[in-house]
């Protein structure tokens, strides 16, 4: 089982980034799916996650109306679609999936996880 996370860069504040995670050896169509993001000195949070049974989203409050997760399952891939970017989003992100239909935003309730992807927002 492996998954890829990447897409991330360096971008300027009030910019634009889309997070690819792909998977191998799992159908993510059965997996709960989520983004976190961990900056130097400061913990693991969740960004985002999507469900497995019926799509459903969640956000956190820092990232909502500028970030949108979603699913290709013919690619067995999910998507992070990043806008407005700003500085305090520079950070690494991490996807991570689920064997559970409803998503968490709770990194323990992940089973497997991807490398991590660097974003770094300044100008």
């Known amino acids: 089982v492996q998954l890829q996370a990447s897409g991330g860069g360096l971008v300027q504040p009030g910019g634009s980034l889309r997070l690819s995670c792909a998977a191998s050896g799992l159908l993510l169509d059965y997996y709960a799916i989520g983004w976190f993001r961990q900056a130097p000195g400061k913990e693991r949070e969740g960004v985002s996650c999507?469900?497995?049974?019926?799509?459903?989203?969640y956000y956190a409050d820092s990232v909502k109306g500028r970030f949108t997760v979603s699913r290709e399952n013919a690619k067995n891939t999910v998507y992070l679609q990043m806008n407005s970017l700003e500085p305090e989003d520079t950070a690494v992100y991490y996807c991570a999936a689920a064997r559970r239909p409803i998503a968490s935003m709770g990194f323990r309730e992940y089973d497997y996880w991807g490398q991590g992807t660097q974003v770094t927002v300044s100008s």
């Open positions: 999507i469900s497995s049974s019926d799509g459903s989203t």
